[in-house]
């Protein structure tokens, strides 16, 4: 946990004021540091403050990031960052609670734990780094690898059908599901900012660059000559459009499908319309296949309903309202028995 003995951060704080004294220790080009650097000037902009804020990390290599945010931090086991952030959140849920997660990490031993944490819907914002690629093992097949990925694991080339990390939240039952690039320094900070906003777990995955072992796998759309036609970045209730305003997406006629049309002389009538809160249009756009289909980005889905950390506080409340506090009761409450030797019939 990170020594906030010293921690000496003002009011009006700014982006370096979150950055501890600790080397930051990433692969020179890492992805990650654009990242660091978005969610430093993030925390000003939301107005937490570090005595509030919590950075809960698994294993690999964006886990580290506990150690170079001036905040409360856990570094935990592989996977179990969300067990963790659940535990931190319940004991006291005013805390601002960031679990920081990679695809390894966070989707295949962690798996488990990621699908119960949104299910729940736990007041917390999941960051996960995907660069489909192991990097801190070194360079093996992650459950976000392309087919084809060759690697120490698949030397012949990955056959396994890869994991769509924002479609896996939607099936588990986020209510806030959101893509991000780490180079998207504009776009970047203001998802972290809606994340926060949401009262409920958000999960955000951020396409990272892994310089060493997976170098430019996004660069098909995250290449700036690429960014115009190759990305769409969505916005509750605004048109669906791409590529300077030239391309837009609309329903297939007669067909709950999605297409890629022109837009001629400004004319978007045809065009589909974001509605963040229509589940039916989200899983659509989350499984567009990239290359028929622009890479979709940003707030995707939002549609809130009440945390768990807040159900189980006011359900506490509730039970336990009127009531003394009675430790000898509770104990001696339920099913007992006493235990008799046979021979003496004594206790």
């Keep these: 946990m990170n020594d906030m003995t010293a921690i000496t951060i003002p009011d009006g704080s700014k982006p370096d004021h979150w950055a501890t004294d600790q080397e930051v220790r990433w692969c020179p080009g890492c992805g990650d540091y654009a990242i660091l650097k978005a969610v430093q000037r993030t925390m000003p ?20 990031f506990p150690y170079y945010m001036e905040t409360y931090g856990f570094h935990t086991i592989h996977g179990r960052a969300p067990a963790i952030a659940t535990g931190v959140k319940l004991a006291n849920p005013a805390l601002d609670v960031w679990i ?15 699908l119960h944490l949104l299910r729940r819907n736990l007041d917390v914002q999941v960051l996960l780094f995907n660069n489909e690629i192991y990097g801190l093992t070194k360079g093996q097949a992650s459950p976000t690898s392309r087919i084809g990925t060759r690697s120490p694991s698949t030397p012949f080339g990955s056959v396994d059908q890869p994991v769509n990390p924002c479609a896996f939240a939607l099936g588990a039952g986020a209510r806030f599901i959101a893509r991000g690039i780490d180079t998207a320094q504009k776009q970047l900070p203001e998802i972290f900012k809606a994340a926060h906003a949401h009262k409920g777990a958000s999960f955000v995955e951020i396409f990272q660059n892994c310089i060493v072992y997976n170098e430019d796998v996004f660069a098909a ?8 036609p190759k990305q769409i970045w969505v916005k509750h209730g605004e048109p669906l459009v791409f590529d300077n305003g030239t391309k837009g ?22 065009v589909l319309v974001h509605d963040q809160t229509n589940r039916g249009l989200v899983q659509m756009l989350l499984e567009l296949p990239f290359g028929d289909f622009p890479m979709v980005l940003g707030v995707i889905y939002q549609d809130p309903k009440p945390s ?7 359900q506490n409340h509730s039970v336990a309202a009127g009531k003394k506090a009675d430790l000898n009761a509770l104990i001696r409450k339920g099913q007992s028995w006493t235990v008799h030797d046979a021979a003496t019939h004594k206790m």
């Design 45 to 64: 902009e939301i107005g937490t403050k570090p005595e509030n804020t919590v950075f809960v990390s698994g294993i690999g290599c964006s886990s580290r």
């Design 100 to 114: 920081i997660t990679g695809d390894g990490d966070g989707l295949s031993i962690g798996g488990n734990h990621m």
């Design 221 to 228: 759309f995250t290449d700036k000559k690429n960014a115009g």
């Design 249 to 270: 997406l609309r329903l297939v006629p007669g067909q709950l499908a999605l297409e890629v049309i022109d837009i001629v002389d400004g004319d978007i009538s045809g």
């Design 308 to 314: 768990f950390e807040a159900q189980v506080t006011a």
